[in-house]
């Protein structure tokens, strides 16, 4: 007993011997939603004496931690260092983010080793750091149609831009092409040169933009790894980065049966947008559309494109939602973006050899049906809709948006 006592005094006294080193983190303030982003831990060593250590700290939920190939030190239970004396180390990890949002990076935890061996002593850093995840932009358009960014170039720059279409002033001739709109016919420079010709007109500037972002139910759904949301938010962004070329002003609106934020037209400033969207939350609620399209049409006086990313299958939601954007189309020029459940439309056009699959392949039937049919009374109802795939949503709003400024519908 007394051999005992004896060793837990020195091992007591041992790590009562040990030094504690700081440790500080370097985290990046903004990343992308699934994209691989690099976080930094700096380990000092004020001491004259080399100390052995394992390092690890808190991280949100919703952060993946990536290992390093050939790395068999896992985190969670401490990656091992060894400080020389009065020195710093940095160890690196990286992370990928699963939800957008403000993710939380919390305490440093340490466990150093005691001179003699006997004892690990431990310390814990605080430490609070904030990683803001927004929309991933450039993963969407990985392996997708390049034709937004052709849109970009057509019209980059702060630079007065000229586009063809039917906006309100005119700038030039040339001669018909197939798929041109008859209205923008020159009759009498057609006469003239004894060939069609038609009219080119600069895309109007200075426009207001609406951004409206259903974050109900319908939204929360994860398609392709992310929410439905994030697709819409990740177009808004693109959206706006156009807007700023054009000169419009971009305003936005985000709700589910409350109104979570409004914000009026201003220039556009996606990075602005940005911070709003990555604070967007979604609810398993319905969309409460009649007091959203209120609120638009008190706070938003002035005629606006408002774009609006939903999705449509219940019925009275449905109903709701198509009453709204017609009454608001009296004064504003909508349009819907709905975004697609590829994963239903499979379901409904599965073979179905069991009653149970048919049952399944009957009610995803009825939904798909339920959808077109609601686009449908959108499109009789004068009301502009782009039906899309989640990953094509990002390409195909971009194009909309450019053909209402080249056409002047706004």
């Known amino acids: ?28 303030r903004i990343a992308a939603l699934g994209e691989v982003t690099e976080v930094s831990i700096d380990v000092v060593n004020p001491t004259r004496r080399a ?8 991280l949100d939920p919703s952060l993946r931690r990536l290992p390093h190939p050939g ?13 020389p004396a009065d020195s710093t180390i940095r160890c690196s990890y990286e992370v990928r983010p699963r939800t957008r949002g403000f993710l939380a990076l919390g305490a440093i935890h340490l466990r150093t080793r005691s001179p003699w ?12 750091d904030t990683l803001q995840v927004q929309p991933g932009i450039r993963r969407l358009l990985r392996d997708r149609s390049g034709h937004a960014l052709r849109w970009g170039l057509r019209t980059a720059g702060a630079r007065r831009s000229r586009q063809w279409g039917e906006g309100r002033e005119f700038e030039s001739l040339r001669d018909y092409a197939e798929g041109d709109d008859p209205r923008i016919i020159d009759w009498k420079a ?53 807007a ?9 609106m985000v709700f589910d049966d409350r109104i979570r934020h409004v914000s009026p037209p201003r220039r556009a400033d996606p990075g602005a947008l940005a911070r709003i969207f990555a604070g967007v939350e979604t609810r398993p609620v319905e969309p409460n559309y009649p007091l959203a399209f209120a609120t638009l049409a008190r706070t938003f006086r002035k005629r606006a494109l408002v774009i609006l990313f939903c999705d449509v299958i219940d019925e009275a939601v449905s109903k709701a939602l ?19 459940n590829l994963a239903l439309e499979k379901a409904a056009a599965r073979p179905a050899p069991t009653p149970s699959e048919a049952f399944h392949r009957a009610a995803a039937e009825e939904l798909v049906q339920a959808r077109a049919t609601t686009l449908q009374v959108m499109r009789q109802s004068g009301i502009l809709v782009v039906d899309t795939p ?12 450019v053909e209402i400024k080249e056409r002047g519908l706004l």
Request: proline share 3%; glycine share 6%; hydrophobic share 45%.
């Open 71 to 83: 790395d068999t030190d896992e985190w969670e239970d401490g990656v091992r260092l060894h400080l």
């Open 390 to 401: 989640p990953g094509d949503a990002l390409v195909r709003t971009l194009d909309k948006y």
């Open 190 to 242: 057609s006469a003239r040169r004894r060939r069609f010709v038609v009219r080119n007109y600069e895309a109007e500037r200075s426009q207001n933009i609406v951004l409206a972002i259903d974050a109900g139910r319908h939204m929360r759904e994860r398609l392709e790894d992310r929410e439905r949301v994030d697709f819409a938010l990740a177009a808004g962004m693109m959206l706006a980065t156009r």
């Open 117 to 128: 061996g006997f004892a690990w002593r431990r310390s814990t850093i605080e430490a609070a």
């Open 51 to 58: 100390l052995s250590l394992r390092l690890t700290d808190d």
């Open 244 to 252: 700023r070329n054009f000169g419009d002003r971009i305003g936005a």
């Open 322 to 340: 198509v009453t709204s954007l017609t009454r608001i189309g009296r004064a504003h020029l909508p349009l819907a973006v709905a975004i697609r």
């Open 1 to 28: 007993m007394a051999a005992d006592a004896i060793i837990l005094l020195v091992a007591w006294l041992d790590g009562r011997r040990t030094p504690l080193p700081s440790a500080s983190r370097l985290v990046p």
